[in-house]
């Protein structure tokens, strides 16, 4: 039997009464962008993640945007955000004129090395854009206190981890502004593009909000420029559907994750990562001793598993996994097989591919194994004896 990446449709089969009549309510009001549908499910993410303020948008790539404009970062800046991530976090930065400056990840957690970070600090830094990737927080601790220390914005790129926790905090939560995407393969998916912006700052609120509509209050004056940066009130009303029901997709998720983590383990030459060697604290132990090394959740982490993500040892061994997955009908995906310091459209910041040696290697190790909250457990058994034949041909 095949086995998807993803499928979403099971999800939102199991919902499809309660979104129709969302659907069939927003279609009868006649009210499309913004509006009560807006705010209800504004005030709704609100209390879930404990913000005191919330801001729907069009996505979470408009997230970064309106928070870089609306802390007024642009030409002449310098952000810190991880080489080793989805193109948007850096995009965004360049996209307001100031300069992404890449940091390196650490291959426990693959988030932003904070010693690396740390060492690239200029006088035109003005922010850092730490990435909760794959759904587990960065270590954000460090991040403050490095943002403290140097007078820095913080932006939390929380696309890939709506309701992770740090320490009991939900992420998103701890910077001045925490950016959320509602794109539907992100554990809170909507029916097309959406977004939100998360701040406990009333006044960066107020601006953001003020962005998110071309920079206008009032109506048709401008004394900023923003952008069309709004959430429809379709995808409002729909993602308001989905929210009660987010708790049982994660606990799925770290199901699915604990299953695989359990089977994998016991093959030859597999071991999960040590937070130990975790490279935001220490020198990380490169896994020459594994062949596989399974993704691991920090005990102060809520993880969230919006990927499972191995690393396989070895020139050329994740290519051939891949190849023997997709051979058998399984679906993988590569996130991500180039980090942005070696995209060409950054080839101007003069960035070699050994200056981030971990974003480097990690772009040629990772694969994304199935974990969707709906997959049935025998297609991550299935996934798991694949796996298990390979490691036979090595
Ligand atoms: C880390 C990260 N940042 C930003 C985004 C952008 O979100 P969206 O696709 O909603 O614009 C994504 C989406 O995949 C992401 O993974």
């Known amino acids: 039997m095949n086995v998807n990446l993803l499928d979403l449709k099971p999800q939102n089969a199991a919902l499809e009464p309660e979104l129709r009549e969302a659907f069939l309510r927003v279609l009868r009001s006649g009210h499309f962008i913004l509006g009560p549908e807006v705010e209800r499910f504004e005030r709704a ?98 991040v403050l206190d490095l943002a403290r220390k140097h007078n820095l ?31 539907p393969t992100k554990n809170l998916g909507a029916l097309g593009d959406g977004g939100a912006v998360l701040t406990n700052d009333a006044a960066l609120f ?21 952008g069309c940066f709004r959430l429809d009130a379709l995808q409002a009303a729909l993602l308001s559907v989905k929210l009660p029901h987010f708790n049982g997709y994660t606990e799925n998720r770290r199901r699915n994750a604990a299953l695989y983590t359990e089977r994998l383990a016991t093959l030859p030459g597999v071991r999960v990562a040590r937070t130990a060697d975790c ?54 995906e590569i996130y991500y097989p180039l980090p942005l310091h070696e995209q060409k459209c950054f080839a101007a910041l003069g960035d070699k591919p050994e200056d981030f040696p971990w974003a480097h290697r990690l772009a040629g190790e990772v694969i994304s194994l199935p974990i969707y909250p709906e997959i049935p457990p025998d297609q991550i058994e299935q996934v798991c004896a694949a796996i298990g034949d390979f490691l036979t041909t090595l």
């Open 279 to 332: 490279g935001c604290a220490k020198d990380a132990a490169a896994g020459e001793d594994a062949r596989v090394v399974l993704p691991v959740a920090y005990p102060h982490n809520g993880h969230i598993w919006n990927q499972y993500t191995p690393r396989i040892i070895g020139a050329g061994r994740r290519d051939a996994l891949r190849a023997h997955l997709t051979a058998r009908g399984i679906g993988s």
């Open 206 to 226: 107020e601006r953001a909000k003020i962005l998110r509509m071309h920079g206008m209050e009032p109506k048709y004056h401008h004394a900023f420029v923003g």
């Open 153 to 183: 914005r913080v932006i939390e790129d929380t696309a890939q981890a709506f309701g992770a926790t740090y320490r009991g905090k939900q992420t998103g939560t701890l910077g001045d502004f925490g950016t959320i995407s509602f794109f």
């Open 45 to 142: 993410l609100a209390e879930f993640t404990g913000a005191k303020h919330a801001l729907g948008v069009s996505s979470g790539t408009d997230a970064i945007l309106v928070a870089l404009m609306a802390l007024g970062i642009g030409p002449g800046d310098e952000v810190l955000c991880p080489s080793f991530t989805f193109f948007a976090t850096a995009g965004c930065v360049a996209r307001v004129g100031a300069k992404p400056v890449f940091v390196d990840s650490c291959p426990v957690c693959f988030n932003l090395d904070l010693r690396d970070a740390a060492r690239r600090i200029t006088p035109r830094t003005k922010a850092i854009l730490p990435v909760h990737l794959f759904g587990q927080a960065a270590e954000m601790d460090g």
